[in-house]
């Protein structure tokens, strides 16, 4: 077991200060699966109401600065005052997420739907998220679309494929400058047989026909089981083309659970390699999003921990001894450089991320400080009539 140095535990501090995770707006409503949507008491009734939660898990953390927006979810009158109101709150709005898989024309596909008219409405609600998101300051359009089929020969995979990419053209086009289309993948659901977007692969294809502007999203979710998403992460942030994550943790399939409870491994693993490839160099600009849903577990404490458990998993793997793991692996020591990571992953570094916080003059301890403020106690008195947002709405 290694001691962290003073100079090394600076270091991580510093790099650790500049971490920020977006948390999603829809995280904060009641959510569930199609069995069962279990309310909670005190969830937002407005977009205004989510954001306050989310600003009041930036209080508590300084390290979730912004909150994404899911549209129509989230929807306003005046974008401007939402997000005047959202910087009075003490953050700012950030990605925004189009939404163009829950209504009934989109049985067959939105962008990629073989009726124009369906294309049109699609791709126009794209465009309508582009301005939207210029008037709430917003840097990133974060597209994920559920198109696909379900049986072979529904329709024409290669069309789907022409249709998608003069859709994102046409927004990419409309994008202004300093804007920037993340295209998220997602290997099945809600089609079975074939997604549109089903891989890092497609996703890299069309952005890279794009142009620089457009980049990858990995939500760690949407894989098959057994895929090594690390792998993904090292190879698009080489070549430049990752944009950023939708983190969340799974068993089976988008279970959208707390980041870092299933496989805190895993995390470690590629929050290592966002180190290796630059990702948290003060000049990247890797979006670090939170995509989740607490069915069970209550909401703004979920969030808490959410992203405790990436300030951790990006400690311990800032915690690598890179020179030693060099000597290793360059001395073709399997078992030697296997040991100086998971050195690392077995440091506990609660007690680092605690010190940082305090040096922050926060407290040490988030979820203590929530329990403590009174807030989840006022906003169940005071939110009478809070409703489903989002999923399960
Ligand atoms: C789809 O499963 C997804 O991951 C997309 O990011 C959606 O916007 C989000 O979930 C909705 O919860
Ligand atoms: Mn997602
Ligand atoms: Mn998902």
Redesign the pocket.
């Known amino acids: 077991m290694t001691e962290i140095s003073p100079s090394r535990r600076a270091t991580v501090k510093s790099i650790l200060r500049g971490l920020r995770i977006e948390t999603p707006s829809w995280a904060y409503g009641n959510s569930g699966t199609r069995f069962k949507v279990f309310a909670q008491a005190g969830v937002p009734r407005t977009p205004q109401e989510k954001i306050d939660d989310a600003a009041k898990v930036h209080e508590l953390t300084g390290a979730a600065p912004s909150v994404a927006l899911h549209i129509p979810w989230d929807k306003v009158d005046d974008w401007a005052g939402l997000a005047a109101h959202a910087r009075d709150a003490g953050i700012e709005l950030g990605a925004i997420n189009p939404n163009v898989f829950q209504e009934d024309d989109y049985k067959l596909g939105s962008i990629c739907n073989p009726d124009p008219g369906i294309r049109r409405k699609a791709t126009d609600h794209l465009l309508e998220c582009v301005e939207i998101a210029e008037q709430t300051g917003s840097k990133i359009l974060s597209m994920w679309v559920a198109d696909g089929t379900n049986y072979p020969g529904q329709d024409d995979i290669r069309a789907r494929q022409d249709r998608l990419a003069t859709a994102l053209r046409e927004v990419y086009d409309r994008m202004p400058e300093g804007m920037r289309l993340l295209l998220e993948y ?1 290997f099945f659901e809600p089609a079975f047989y074939t997604m549109d977007v089903p891989d890092w692969g497609t996703s890299y294809a069309h952005c890279a026909q794009l142009g620089p502007a457009a980049q990858v999203l990995v ?1 760690t ?2 894989h098959a089981p057994g895929t090594n998403i690390e792998f993904i992460v090292s190879f698009l942030l080489r070549a430049g083309m990752l944009g950023g994550f939708h983190f969340n943790s799974r068993f089976y399939a ?1 279970d ?1 659970l707390i980041v870092g409870l299933a496989d805190p491994f895993q995390l470690f693993r590629l929050m290592y390699e966002v180190n290796r490839g630059g990702g948290l160099a003060a000049d990247s600009d890797l979006a670090f999003m939170l ?1 989740q849903c607490h069915n069970i577990e209550p909401k703004i404490p979920a969030m808490i921990r959410s992203i405790t458990n990436v300030q951790e998993a990006t400690a311990k793997a800032l915690l690598v001894d890179t020179d030693a793991l060099r000597s290793a692996q360059e001395a073709g020591d399997v078992l030697g450089a296997n040991e100086v990571l998971m050195d690392a992953y077995h440091t506990d570094v609660r007690p680092l991320v605690a010190e940082l916080r305090t040096d922050m003059g926060l407290d040490p301890d988030p979820i203590a400080a929530y329990r403590r403020s009174g807030y989840q106690q006022r906003i169940e008195a005071e939110r009478v009539g809070g409703n489903a947002m989002g999923w399960g709405a």
Do not use: A, I
């Open positions: 997602k939500d979710g949407h988008d959208d995509d």
